[in-house]
């Protein structure tokens, strides 16, 4: 599967944006679906994960509350949604995803993940 992301960009503190994440080449529905997130300087680390059909998610805790991931099967998508934006959450976010069935909290391990999209980046001006 190919990944796609996009919709990052500049927001200032308490501000909003919405990512997507568009996938191609394979069955999307039999991927669960991450977003992951890099600040320079520093590891890769888990955001958020949502299941095959929508209908679990998980998120780290510095998100929860604020972010929101969410998917549209029709449409080989998943998104993120970030409010109340904060300046430690600037980054490059990258979507990631993997067909294999592992027990759910392994979902929140980026190296769980077989498939990445190439990153967009968040700026969020204090």
């Known amino acids: 599967v190919q990944l796609q992301a996009s919709g990052g960009g500049l927001v200032q503190s308490g501000g909003s944006l919405r990512l997507s994440c568009a996938a191609s080449?394979?069955?999307?529905?039999?991927?669960?679906m991450g977003w992951f997130r890099q600040a320079p300087g520093k590891e890769r680390e888990f955001v958020a994960t949502i299941n095959r059909n929508g209908g679990s998610t998980a998120y780290a805790d510095s998100v929860k509350g604020r972010f929101t991931i969410s998917r549209d099967n029709t449409k080989n998508a998943v998104y993120l949604q970030m409010n109340s934006l904060k300046p430690e959450d600037a980054a490059v976010y990258y979507c990631?995803?993997?067909?294999?069935?592992?027990?759910?909290?392994?979902?929140?391990?980026?190296?769980?993940?077989?498939?990445w999209g190439q990153g967009t980046q968040v700026t969020v001006s204090s």
């Open positions: 990631a995803a993997d067909r294999r069935s592992f027990s759910w909290a392994t979902y929140a391990g980026r190296q769980t993940y077989s498939y």
């Open positions: 080449g394979r069955t999307f529905s039999d991927y669960v």
